[in-house]
């Protein structure tokens, strides 16, 4: 699939960034459909056209997984910060 992208076959090795994207590359016909996104979905950055096609929120997801087993919160919810003055 990514040869079909570059328009070259990859004979060596190269250097790509990726993102997740909601769809996957062109010419995979059966993606992988588990939670964690496959390489199936990760889309080169610099043949990226529409920035749309990011899934922020897989990453928004990702990111609260991460943040919730760091610090081990059950849960994370956007609240209204407040000083110690109030909390006392």
Do not use: C, H
Not at 44 to 66: G, R
């Amino acid at each position: 699939a990514l040869e079909k992208l570059l328009d070259q076959p990859i004979r060596s090795r190269i250097k790509l960034k990726f993102v997740i994207t909601k769809r996957p590359l062109p010419g995979i016909t059966n993606p992988s459909k588990s939670g964690v996104k496959p390489i199936d979905y990760m889309y080169p950055v610099d043949l990226l056209k529409d920035k749309s096609e990011i899934d922020l929120s897989w990453y928004k997801n990702m990111i609260e997984n991460y943040i919730q087993g760091a610090f081990g919160l059950s849960g994370v919810a956007a609240t209204e910060q407040t000083g110690l003055d109030a909390w006392m």
